[in-house]
Nanobody, 115 residues
Framework: QVQLVESGGGLVQAGGSLRLSCAAS????????MGWYRQTPGKQRDLVAT???????NYADSVKGRFTISRDYAKNTLYLQMNSLKPEDTAVYYC?????????WGQGTQVTVSS
């Protein structure tokens, strides 16, 4: 079992920055990959960014150059640095981890970007 707890969401003006954190229980060394997804009401949950155990990253085209995913093994924490935020980035952001082929999700954190 893996438990994920997100934090760092909030209200920010367009052009501002936020950093999301996802604290994972247990050692994230045994997790194959982690990532961030986001969802708005009535829409599917979309990939924002992922990072593999080897450190390879992947980003949605809409956030490339603005968001950076990273992880800290010592703190068992995943991060998402979000810069140059836009109103269309408004969503609930979810942390995801894949361990032995099974996905795990956090409870989500709301990010609201005002214009």
């Amino acid at each position: 079992q893996v438990q994920l707890v997100e934090s760092g969401g909030g209200l920010v003006q367009a052009g501002g920055s936020l950093r999301l954190s996802c604290a994972a229980s247990g050692s994230i060394f045994t997790i194959n990959a982690m990532g961030w997804y986001r969802q708005t009401p009535g829409k599917q949950r979309d990939l924002v960014a992922t990072i593999t155990k080897a450190g390879s990253t992947n980003y949605a085209d809409s956030v490339k150059g603005r968001f950076t995913i990273s992880r800290d093994y010592a703190k068992n924490t995943l991060y998402l640095q979000m810069n140059s935020l836009k109103p269309e980035d408004t969503a609930v952001y979810y942390c995801n981890a894949v361990k032995r082929g099974s996905p795990y999700w956090g409870q989500g954190t709301q990010v609201t970007v005002s214009s």
